[in-house]
């Protein structure tokens, strides 16, 4: 385990500037000095600070291993001494995430959003870290299965004999904590079924079929089952290796090009199209939204380093999907309350919807089977 590295994305919401739109600078300078004295004490191998939204990522390469405890405790005390920051600045929901009071050996559970991939560094290792906001895990489904299974997306499984086999995907029910392996293209139709369902069945990662290396992970914590109440939505992250026998980079960045509709928005109860934005467009306004993803592209060194990293959707070419986004986000929003638009009642059931709907039972009588008036 020794020479593989880690690759650990942890996540939170430790409060907005202003409301739920951004993080305020001296907040990420706490994450950004954390991460300074991390490498330094050679906690982590290096470190950068991700932002998109009011959600902070912590983006760590190390040798701990996934779960590492030392790992999930530097990024849960980190989160604790922004809170702290978040709380003297009166910043919005300052700790929101944080749902537990004490850190008891691993993060997973307590509030904060975490993807981790172990795997031996390539000489040359091109990795996306894709952050999102204002929507739930299930939004990476459908990016994921066009990347890995999809020929008409990704060139490479026709044209490389490296990815010609396809690939594995784990699949996860959120609900009733199960999960099932798909082998691509074989499955694909199974897959679907469950897939296209995504408030429920998430991708957690996908492998490569002759080795089982990894190749893509996601986080999949929902805030609301961890709570037990409404707490807001998750806002996912996702990790994906490129090139050399894996899909290259613009096979992992095209997907986006379609802002696809995903669950979040405003209150975390709307439909809305997932907009690639730049880094600087990183700030969901109207209508808390629309839902965004910004990516960080790195270039990871043999020895672990992340470098600098590059911001992958800024590029004009994905400027026809923002505008598609855009549109779409003019014709949904005229739906206002109502379906599509909002979600269908079984998703509100994660929401505060419940408590409106237990007020209203007590104004409900009975109206017999075959009565029309
Ligand atoms: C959605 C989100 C926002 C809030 C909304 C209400 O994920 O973060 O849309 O749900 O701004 O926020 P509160 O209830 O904090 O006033
Ligand atoms: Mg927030
Ligand atoms: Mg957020």
């Known amino acids: ?62 040798r701990g291993g996934g779960d590492s405890e030392d790992v999930h405790k530097f990024a849960w005390d980190t989160f604790l001494l922004m809170t702290d920051v978040a709380r003297e600045l009166g910043q919005y929901g300052a700790g929101q995430d944080l749902l537990s009071d004490s850190f008891s050996g691993n993060i997973r559970g307590m509030g904060p959003g975490c993807a981790e991939m172990e795997f031996e560094v390539r000489p040359s290792e091109p990795v996306i870290v894709f952050l999102a906001d204002k929507t739930e895990p299930g939004a990476w489904n459908l990016p994921l299965y066009k990347i890995f299974a999809d020929p008409f997306n990704t060139a490479g ?18 609900f009733e904590h199960k999960k099932v392996v798909f082998s691509a293209p074989a499955d694909i139709y199974d897959m679907l079924v469950l897939i296209g369902a995504p408030a429920r069945y998430v991708i957690k990662n996908v492998r490569r079929k002759n080795n089982g290396e990894i190749c893509a992970c996601t986080s999949t914590q929902r805030l609301s089952l961890i709570a037990g109440r409404y707490v807001g939505k998750d806002d996912p992250v996702m990790l994906v290796r490129c090139q050399s026998g894996l899909p290259a980079v613009g096979e992992v960045l095209e997907p986006f090009a379609f802002p696809h509709t995903v669950a979040g928005w405003m209150r975390g109860s709307h439909h809305g199209p997932l907009m690639p934005v730049a880094w600087e ?5 109207r209508f808390d939204g629309p839902p965004r993803v910004v990516a960080y592209g790195f270039q990871i060194t043999e020895a672990g380093m992340l470098g600098e990293p590059r911001d992958m959707l ?55 089977a075959d009565t029309c008036d």
């Open 1 to 62: 385990m020794a020479d593989k590295l880690t690759l650990s994305v942890i996540k939170a919401d430790i409060g907005g500037w202003v409301g739920h739109s951004s993080v305020h600078p001296a907040v990420s300078a706490v994450a950004e000095r954390r991460l300074a004295e991390a490498r330094e004490s050679g906690l982590i191998v290096d470190g950068r600070r991700g932002r998109v939204g009011d959600d902070t990522a912590l983006i760590m390469t190390h």
């Open 157 to 174: 499984l026709v044209i490389d004999p490296n990815m010609h086999e396809g690939f594995d995907f784990e699949v996860h029910d959120l």
């Open 281 to 285: 467009d990183d700030t969901p306004s």
């Open 314 to 368: 800024g590029d004009i070419s994905f400027d026809r999907a923002r505008q598609t986004a855009l549109k779409v986000a003019d014709y949904l929003r005229r739906h206002g309350p109502f379906e599509p638009h909002r979600l269908s009642l079984d998703e509100m059931e994660y929401t505060t919807m419940p408590m409106v709907l237990e007020r209203l039972g007590q104004r409900f009588v009975d109206v017999p």
